[in-house]
């Protein structure tokens, strides 16, 4: 039944009989012969390298992939040795190549193919450890890839050691796409042998060969290696969009609620505005409000009252149309002095956006409008033609680890779309949706499309219709791209992602499981590495009352995401939250996807009972760099390894301003070289050199977080750093601008930025005096540390102080 890396043939199902043949020569290409099977295979014209558009890395020239003697060699770099004969190189830029192979076996709808051996090199691999999610792995060797690897990073360092250091250090991606209409994966085997596995979800749709499966490049610097990657691929397959280049919902900016963790499904009207109110009063309005899983018209009958309940079971309903359940819509016949319910949805959305202030309603739905799907023959359904279907997961996802839900919908089915009918259901939904006053949507169980895609025309295609048109009616109907996707970190999904801007990245945030925590963080930095690229990652919400607390708000605060918690109405930790949240409800978001330095690519945060997490990212005029101690309280899925579980044993890294990727855009013109840094556990601040290095000591679940300024000179004498608003995590979130005016015998240094609190800046010399929006305000100078701070008054909104020598 599952799938053994350790096979030494190439065709894993035996093909139909009977095939029908296309011609491949677009990455995706259509239908195009009607009868009961294709074959898909490359012609000559697939291979003239003059169609292929060269798209050049600015950093690399002459490093083309070269296959010789059963060596691929990049740069001289070696990536794998015993090549097989049968493997197949097209180069593509200087530095890149599609690899794929040949079989001489019998066409079929899932092949593996062997790429050759990866011995004595540190490499990174993130992969699907379930159908829904990715975590990453680390390891040495080809034998330590697993199954459902969706990208793979080697290091390729001068000299033969795996722990050389001050060695000249290079990279190699291997990026599995989508060739045709069948989807790649990587996987090793215990001989140290890297294979790569094609798959089309559709036993009619099958190939003996796959020449583009797998992508790989070369480069000197990891984070510009994955960006140029995904530049190339975004060019050659025009599928998927990079995450620059996307509209971003406005929510990210704002600080948000989901009703899931407070309530599960049980969430109601009431206990909504007691969520609302009790943030509020507290001083961090929620402005953004996700209705999670519970509001929909839905049946299950599987779920029987006064039976015993059974795991799994919530996971067979099925949506009865597309409208509010009772509790958010009053009945005919209910009075309304009796009514719990409002009269409608909108009647609810409206009143909660005047009473609370709310800029955004999201509302929660599965792809398929429910984890079921659609309800056959329903009144309010049976115009989309649902079919009961019942899923079937492929090989790689079974050799991993098996989902709770995934298992229930294979024994209920799933009420499927007719596809030639799904652009008129989500257009239907979304419209309605739009006329109850919703301003957008979060989209879960996205990856169910791969086990349903059989006689549908196969798992890519799908996808590809499903995502067109989730994505057309998004556009269509919303103001603002206001999709969050969510349990779809399959390449499918990925790469057809051309519009949506976000996706979550990680499994669920589980509460009540201490051995998650870390997980959750570790997983989510780590996968931002790939899927930060295509869409900002979203870090799930969390509970701000809680032992794990300020552990998810400092990554939340260095993530580059959106931030919004779970918390049951009243139960709140209003001390995290307002180092997240400012008085009006901005979240002081970060630049970019927040993702581990460069020391950290190759180490195991969670399970090696040794490093510390650290992630980077930079604000307008700042860095920030999060430090997490993600060891001792948790195992990795799928793990063959013991972690360390030592809770009360502390850990030290060393950390710099080095370790800010990009910091250039931030230093800019005066910069002396040094940084100012600031512990925001601490308070104290360091003047550093940007080489400069210091101790960071944690325990399990300790975390900190460091502002990092470049040191400028203004009229020539005056060094001058701004930190921000010193209260929060991300202090330099805060800042939007700095300029200054000078003459012979003065010098005024503006900061402008945004939020009330307790703002902080490095002075070589203490100023004359400071101003806030033209008024003089009262300030404190710490000698010992040249550490300059003032009060920016409460219901200050956005700020202009002005810093006199």
Not at 636 to 647: F, G, R, T, V
């Given at each position: 039944m599952l799938a053994n890396t350790n096979t030494n043939t190439n065709t894993m199902f035996s093909p139909p009989t009977t095939t029908r043949f296309l011609q491949l020569n677009s990455p995706f290409s259509s239908f195009l012969l009607p009868s009961n099977q294709r074959v898909l295979y490359h012609g000559h014209g697939g291979r003239r390298l003059g169609q292929l558009q060269t798209c050049r890395q600015s950093m690399f020239l002459?490093?083309?992939?070269?296959?010789?003697?059963?060596?691929?060699?990049?740069?001289?770099?070696?990536?794998?040795?015993?090549?097989?004969?049968?493997?197949?190189?097209?180069?593509?830029?200087?530095?890149?190549?599609?690899?794929?192979?040949?079989?001489?076996?019998?066409?079929?709808?899932?092949?593996?193919?062997?790429?050759?051996?990866?011995?004595?090199?540190?490499?990174?691999?993130?992969?699907?450890?379930?159908?829904?999610?990715?975590?990453?792995?680390?390891?040495?060797?080809?034998?330590?890839?697993?199954?459902?690897?969706?990208?793979?990073?080697?290091?390729?360092?001068?000299?033969?050691?795996?722990?050389?250091?001050?060695?000249?250090?290079?990279?190699?991606?291997?990026?599995?796409?989508?060739?045709?209409?069948?989807?790649?994966?990587?996987?090793?085997?215990?001989?140290?042998?890297?294979?790569?596995?094609?798959?089309?979800?559709?036993?009619?749709?099958?190939?003996?060969?796959?020449?583009?499966?797998?992508?790989?490049?070369?480069?000197?610097?990891?984070?510009?290696?994955?960006?140029?990657?995904?530049k190339i691929l975004e060019q050659q397959f025009g599928t998927f969009s990079l995450r620059e280049t996307k509209q971003l919902p406005g929510m990210l900016d704002w600080f948000g609620w989901c009703t899931w963790d407070a309530f599960y499904m049980e969430v109601h009207p009431q206990g909504i505005k007691d969520g609302l109110k009790s943030l509020s009063q507290g001083g961090t309005p929620a402005r953004f409000l996700i209705i999670d899983d519970g509001w929909q018209d839905t049946i299950n009958e599987f779920q029987k009252e006064g039976e015993p309940f059974v795991e799994g079971s919530q996971h067979g309903g099925r949506l009865l149309s597309i409208e509010e359940n009772n509790k958010f819509r009053r009945t005919e016949n209910e009075p309304q002095s009796e009514a719990q319910a409002p009269s409608s949805l909108k009647d609810f959305v409206t009143d909660i956006k005047r009473a609370f202030g709310l800029r955004y309603v999201y509302v929660w739905h599965a792809l398929m409008g429910y984890w079921g799907g659609l309800q056959p023959n329903a009144l309010g359904t049976k115009k989309y033609n649902p079919k009961l279907r019942y899923p079937l997961q492929s090989p790689g996802n079974l050799a991993n680890m098996r989902d709770v839900s995934m298992d229930a919908m294979e024994k209920y089915g799933v009420g499927t779309i007719d596809p030639d009918k799904i652009s008129q259901f989500y257009d239907d939904l979304h419209k309605y949706l739009v006329s109850q006053d919703v301003d957008g949507v979060k989209v879960d169980v996205q990856n169910i499309l791969e086990t349903i895609s059989s006689g549908l025309g196969g798992r890519v295609s799908l996808t590809r219709r499903f995502q067109q048109a989730l994505e057309k009616s998004i556009a269509a109907n919303f103001q603002d791209n206001s999709i969050i996707c969510c349990m779809g970190q399959s390449t499918d999904s990925i790469y057809h992602s051309k519009r949506s801007a976000i996706t979550r990245a990680s499994d669920d945030y589980y509460p009540s499981n201490p051995t998650t925590q870390t997980l959750h963080i570790a997983a989510v930095a780590f996968n931002?590495?790939?899927?930060?690229?295509?869409?900002?990652?979203?870090?799930?919400?969390?509970?701000?009352k809680h032992d794990a607390a300020e552990f998810h708000a400092v990554a939340r605060a260095v993530g580059g995401c959106g931030v919004y918690v779970s918390d049951k109405p009243g139960q709140h930790d209003f001390k995290v939250l307002k180092r997240l949240v400012l008085p009006n409800g901005l979240v002081l978001r970060a630049k970019y996807p927040g993702r581990p330095t460069r020391d950290c690519l190759f180490d195991d945060p969670v399970m090696d009972g040794k490093s510390l997490l650290k992630i980077w990212n930079l604000n307008k005029c700042t860095g920030v760099l999060g430090?997490?101690?993600?060891?001792?309280?948790?195992?990795?899925?799928?793990?063959?390894?013991?972690?360390?579980?030592?809770?009360?044993?502390?850990?030290?890294?060393?950390?710099?301003?080095?370790?800010?990727?990009?910091?250039?855009?931030?230093?800019?013109n005066f910069w002396t070289g040094d940084c100012a840094v600031l512990s925001s556990s601490t308070g104290s601040l360091l003047r550093l050199s940007k080489e400069e290095k210091f101790d960071v000591t944690l325990k399990v679940l300790q975390c900190d977080v460091f502002t990092v300024s470049p040191i400028k000179v203004y009229n020539k004498k005056i060094?001058?750093?701004?930190?921000?608003?010193?209260?929060?995590?991300?202090?330099?979130?805060?800042?939007?601008?700095?300029?200054?005016?000078?003459?012979?015998?003065?010098?005024?240094?503006?900061?402008?930025?945004?939020?009330?609190?307790?703002?902080?800046?490095?002075?070589?010399?203490?100023?004359?005096?400071?101003?806030?929006?033209?008024?003089?305000?009262?300030?404190?100078?710490?000698?010992?540390?040249?550490?300059?701070?003032?009060?920016?008054?409460?219901?200050?909104?956005?700020?202009?102080?002005?810093?006199?020598?």
């Open positions: 002459n490093a083309k992939p070269v296959l010789k003697d059963g060596t691929l060699s990049i740069n001289g770099k070696e990536a794998l040795t015993g090549v097989p004969d049968n493997v197949v190189i097209t180069p593509l830029t200087d530095s890149s190549a599609f690899v794929g192979a040949t079989s001489t076996g019998d066409a079929s709808s899932r092949l593996v193919f062997k790429l050759g051996v990866i011995k004595d090199v540190r490499l990174l691999c993130i992969f699907r450890f379930k159908i829904w999610w990715m975590i990453p792995r680390v390891g040495n060797s080809g034998s330590d890839i697993p199954i459902e690897t969706q990208m793979l990073l080697l290091e390729a360092r001068e000299g033969a050691e795996l722990d050389a250091k001050n060695k000249a250090t290079s990279y190699i991606i291997f990026l599995p796409v989508l060739d045709g209409e069948f989807r790649s994966s990587l996987q090793g085997n215990s001989s140290n042998e890297l294979q790569f596995c094609v798959e089309s979800g559709d036993p009619e749709i099958v190939t003996s060969e796959s020449l583009k499966a797998v992508f790989v490049n070369y480069g000197n610097h990891p984070f510009d290696l994955i960006k140029e990657s995904m931002s590495i790939f899927l930060g690229e295509v869409v900002v990652p979203d870090w799930d919400m969390f509970y701000s430090v997490f101690n993600c060891q001792g309280a948790g195992t990795w899925p799928c793990s063959k390894s013991i972690a360390q579980e030592d809770l009360s044993s502390e850990l030290s890294v060393k950390v710099s301003p080095t370790d800010i990727e990009y910091f250039e855009e931030v230093s800019g060094q001058f750093a701004p930190i921000g608003l010193i209260n929060m995590y991300n202090s330099g979130g805060a800042i939007e601008a700095i300029d200054f005016f000078s003459d012979s015998s003065s010098c005024e240094i503006h900061v402008k930025g945004r939020g009330s609190g307790n703002f902080g800046a490095y002075s070589s010399t203490k100023p004359k005096s400071c101003l806030i929006n033209s008024k003089i305000e009262e300030f404190d100078f710490r000698d010992e540390d040249n550490l300059l701070t003032l009060i920016v008054p409460d219901r200050t909104s956005s700020w202009d102080i002005a810093i006199c020598y």
